[in-house]
Structures are given as C-alpha cells and as structure tokens.
C-alpha cells in the first residue's frame, strides 16, 4: 500500500469519519509492507501485510485476466480519466486490468478485493468486506464488479468519488443518490458523481469573548 493513501483511508466503524493513525514497521521507499492501522475514536485496528491493507478478514477471490485491448480502451473511455493526483480504484475482476490500463490512464491506482496478477507501478491494494474505507473525494473514478456491487459498495464508492467522478457498475445494479447516468448497454451503466458528500467536520477554536 502507497503512504500516500493513508490520508485517504477512513474508519468503517459507525462514527463520523475519522482519520486513521498508522504504526509502520516495515516499508520500501513510498510503500507500506507492514503496518497497523487504528481509530483514534472507536479504537478499531486494521493492518498491513505483504504490502496490502486488510479492512476484512476475508480472502480475495482469484480473477480472470483482463481480455483484450479494445476492451480496456473501453473500461479507460468508461472511466473518463487521462490522468489524475487521484487514484482510480478497480474493484473485484477489473483489478486484473492494473497493469495494462495504466498505458491509457496515467494516474494512481487502488486495487481492491483482487487476490493476485500484475498491479501498475505504484498501486496501492486493499481488501474489504462491502464497503469502500475512504473519505469524500478522494478517487477520481470507480469500476465496481458484480461480485462486490452491493448497494453499501456502491454508495461508499460515490461517496468516496471527487465531483464529476465517475462509476462504472453493473447495469443491473442501483445507481447511488447524488449521481446522473450517462450511459448504459446490457452489461455495464456509467454515472457521476453530481452532489458532493459531507465528510470530516473541521473543528475551529472560537476566539475568546472580550472581557467588559
């Protein structure tokens, strides 16, 4: 996992957000190898190992090689992002597309739920339950399988989306709140992100009243 994510990441438990304080105690340049993660609220703890983030106990499942090239021309068209500081998250079966979409869009990527294959240089990896643990506009766009398109999924990844944002999900999946379609076939819908979510509340110190 990039240390860059780590401002990113959010706890799951049911609290207003929170930041994450992490403990490292291995890590290689900009990555994470191993680490600890905990809430500075409810105390909740997540770890690092091998280099991927661990938000669920389960185990990823294995995922087919992305197809061809006109395919992944059309999960980038999809996507509708170039480049991008934000990541792209690939969720679940386009994470077998890591590393050859990043010849078409040149930004950070955040793999998630994907067991193994090739990452882009540079990508972070996460592996999580049904929800995505990121704050309100940190990703620049979102691809989301079948098999994790449940609605919890998909609201965190719109949540989780910049303004503009766009997710790509199963045409037989919901679309969030706060999000306009902009295209749909048999297989696939795409929409962004057109309300931007509230997230961590900033605190202000109150100047002091004048003493009368």
Known sequence: MQRDLLDSLR??????????????????GSELIEAELACPVCGAEYR???????????????????????QLLRL??????????????????YAASSA???SYVASPQLVVNAAGGRRAVGASRIVVADRLPLGV????????DAANASVSMLESAARALRLGGRLVAPSDAPIPAGMRELARDETEWVA???????????LRRRAPESVR
């Open 192 to 202: 962004e992100t057109i309300t931007r979510a509230s997230g961590l509340v900033e």
């Open 11 to 28: 706890c799951l438990g049911p609290h207003d957000e929170s930041w994450l304080v992490a403990v490292v105690h291995v890590a290689s």
């Open 76 to 93: 980038a068209a999809l996507l509708g992002v170039v480049e991008s500081l934000q990541p792209v998250a690939l969720v679940g079966r």
């Open 48 to 70: 690092v190992a091998h280099g991927v983030a661990h938000f669920s106990d389960d185990t990823a499942p294995e995922h087919d090689t992305w197809p061809a090239d006109e």
């Open 137 to 144: 506009d940190t990703l620049a766009a979102v691809a989301v």
């Open 100 to 102: 050859p979409l990043a």
